[in-house]
């Protein structure tokens, strides 16, 4: 019995002695003609800032999240716990580059797969959307042949990256299969357009692969494209149900958050639904109030890297600043009549902003809802103030333009187009966008509804217009 204890004590000794694997990568490399101070390693859970040195160099220890693709700029690179690597590049487009150290083999593959379709797509002298059916797959399956010929030949230091990539490769064909159709139609206008029959199928079937999210961006791209697929269905559905004229903009919104918030909790991997989640809140424009504390929450409780949640908190905070009866931000811009126009001049009314350009088919196409709106409520206690954000090239084209249309209201153009404080402080990344604010400066709703919507006079109403 003594024996036996001794021989498993020795096992327990011998385990713990035993080297573990380090759970870091070193990043390191040179820029010869540096235009930035840092750079930024991400990942859909990781977000980390190296310093580059005066003379161009940067060195650091990276503890990744996972084994597979980071972006540093629009450069995708390979990233495996226990390696290193080093690369050098002219500045931080990262173009023309070149790899070494343990995964130079992998990164300089994936560096040169890219480069030769772009030389390959740039060769062909059209967009590759554009060719008709028959030359578009033959195109396709020619560049996914030429990338797996490429990959037969290295050598990589890592196991398994030869199968991932292979798969890889397969997402990439069956992306630009599943783009071909709604992008076709722009190039040959004809919105209407559909594939034949004998297109080919895609081959993706599982939409929910926590490896192939982690390694291969071309299968991230298809399975968030599947995702609103998925939410864009569920919603076509549900409003078909609707009687014609019941759901309005708001109901409809509803509608969308709810589809959406039920979508994402079919879905299994982790990986996928903090990407999913942060797109939500970073990047999906301004988000109703449950869409933002339902994923913000998520996030919170399942993100691990500080500098992904600094972020994540910082534009929560920012979305929460523009809920109703919180200050609206100010503006101070150019009145196409003369002079400046500021929201502290409009203090007392109720003010209805229109942020637009003249290059906006959408914005263009509210005008004359927008007029009739104003026509309807002349001579009430409101505002109705449109802001362009044209470009300062297009100044004279904005003026022309609204004397040429005889817009009425308030018109006004920001002082650095989408740079400018105001659209910033807002979050406005699409147009048209309107903002309702009372009489006191304060934000009634900072996505209101479009002139087009009935749900803006009972806004108007509610405020005693």
């Known amino acids: 019995m003594k024996r036996s204890i001794t021989a498993l004590l020795a096992i ?32 859909h859970d ?28 629009r450069q995708y690179v390979y990233l495996h716990k226990g390696k290193n690597l080093s690369f050098e590049a002219e500045n931080e487009t990262m ?38 059916e028959t030359e578009f797959v033959n195109k396709v399956n020619e560049l996914t042949n ?9 050598t990589p230091s890592v196991a398994d990256f030869k199968e991932n990539e292979l ?42 692969n926590a490896t192939d999210f982690d390694f291969s961006p071309r299968y991230v791209d298809l399975s ?26 708001k109901e409809t919104n509803n509608i969308y958050d709810d589809i959406v918030i039920e979508n994402f909790k079919k879905i299994k991997s982790r990986n996928i639904k903090n990407s999913i989640a942060s797109s939500q809140i970073m990047n999906a424009g301004l988000p109703s109030a449950k869409v933002l504390n339902f994923f913000y929450e998520d996030l919170t409780n399942n993100i691990a890297n500080e500098s992904l949640k600094k972020n994540i908190n910082e534009r929560y905070e920012k979305i929460k600043a523009l809920e109703a009866g919180k200050p609206s931000p100010s503006f101070n811009f150019e009145n196409h009549k003369g002079g400046n126009t500021s929201l502290e ?71 650095s187009d989408w740079k400018s404080d105001f659209v910033k402080n807002y979050l406005i990344t699409g147009i048209p966008r309107f903002i309702l604010i009372d009489t006191e400066g304060k934000i009634v709703s900072a996505d209101a509804p479009r002139p087009s919507d009935k749900e803006i006079v009972e806004l108007f109403t509610q405020l005693g217009l």
Request: glycine residues 6%; charged residues 30%; negative net charge.
């Open 12 to 43: 327990i000794l011998l385990q713990s002695c035993e080297k573990k694997a380090p759970e870091y990568v070193v990043l390191s490399g040179k820029f010869t003609s540096p235009q930035e101070e840092k750079i930024t390693v991400r990942s």
């Open 46 to 73: 990781f977000e980390k800032e190296i310093s580059i040195n005066a003379d161009g160099s940067f060195s650091d220890t990276l503890h990744i999240t996972h084994n597979g693709s980071y972006r540093i700029g």
């Open 95 to 132: 173009d023309p580059i070149t790899y070494t150290g343990d995964l130079a083999v992998e990164n300089n593959y994936l560096a040169q797969k890219e480069a030769t379709i772009r030389e390959d797509l740039k060769a062909l002298g059209k967009h590759i959307y554009s060719l008709e």
């Open 146 to 154: 030429k990338q797996k010929e490429t990959l037969n030949k290295i």
């Open 167 to 208: 798969r890889s490769i397969e997402y990439g064909k069956d992306l630009w299969l599943t783009n071909y159709e709604f992008y076709h139609g722009y190039f040959i206008k004809n919105n209407d357009f559909k594939v034949s029959e004998n297109f080919p199928k895609v081959t993706t079937s599982d939409f929910d």
């Open 224 to 249: 968030m494209l599947k995702f609103r697929e998925n939410v864009n269905a569920d919603l076509k559905k549900k409003i078909e149900g609707i009687a014609e004229g019941e759901a309005n903009e």
């Open 345 to 415: 001049d409009l203090k007392g009314k109720v003010v209805y902003v229109d942020v637009w350009a003249t290059w906006c088919g959408p914005c263009i196409g509210e005008i004359p809802h927008l007029k009739e709106l104003e026509k309807q409520y002349h001579g009430k206690n409101v505002e109705f103030v449109s802001i362009s954000v044209d470009e300062k090239k297009n100044y004279e084209k904005w003026k022309q333009f609204v004397t040429d249309q005889g817009l009425v209201g308030t018109q006004l153009i920001a002082d």
